[in-house]
């Protein structure tokens, strides 16, 4: 998504740089933290992708992974390019890119945000929304949040925070 680093850089100022999960532009080694969030469960690559994090991190990189994990085995709904896996598929996965989940916790269980976390992304939507509110992109994503929202509440997919590291 060129456009959204694009945006990161005028925000934050900071280098970014365009690339394939499972072809990182990144030295072997280089990276002392890496965070991959909410992208392991829309790529149907989630072996190669977890297999270059262990590559670029370096031996003592920590990992952070938001995941969308299945809790049933039937889900009502499977919003448009998604693959959720469950807590022991991503272990097994994890294990064989090299790497071991050191703690997780569900987003459910955090703390919640302070409100004006919410009020700033409320009016970032609003805006979104005045400018791209008839743009079929926009109703096409909105559509994949509910979808997600509902699967959520009913408890059939959890967000895990996953902190990993590389196999000794
Ligand atoms: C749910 S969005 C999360 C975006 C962002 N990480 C965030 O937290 O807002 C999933 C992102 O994963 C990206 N993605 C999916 N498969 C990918 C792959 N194989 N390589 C790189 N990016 C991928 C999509 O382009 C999309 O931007």
Not at 75 to 90: M, S, V
């Amino acid at each position: 998504m060129p456009g959204a680093c694009r945006t990161a850089r005028a925000l934050f100022d900071l280098p970014v740089a365009v690339g394939a999960g499972e072809a990182l532009p990144v030295r072997t080694g280089t990276v002392g933290a890496a965070w991959c969030l909410g992208v392991l469960c829309t790529t149907p690559e989630r072996p190669a992708v977890l297999r270059e994090l262990h590559r670029v991190l370096a031996d003592d990189g920590e990992l952070g992974l938001l995941v969308f994990e299945r809790q049933q085995a039937r889900l009502h709904d499977t919003p448009e390019g998604n693959d959720f896996p469950t807590g022991a598929e991503l272990e097994r996965q994890l294990h064989a890119a090299g790497l071991v989940a050191v703690a997780r916790v569900r987003c459910d269980e955090l703390a919640p945000a302070p409100p004006s976390w919410g009020e700033r992304a409320d009016r970032v939507q609003a805006a979104v929304a005045a400018a791209h509110g008839n743009d079929p992109r926009f109703r096409a994503a909105q559509d994949q949040q509910r979808r997600i929202a509902d699967l959520l509440a009913d408890g059939e997919i959890s967000g895990e925070l996953v902190h990993a590291r590389r196999l000794p």
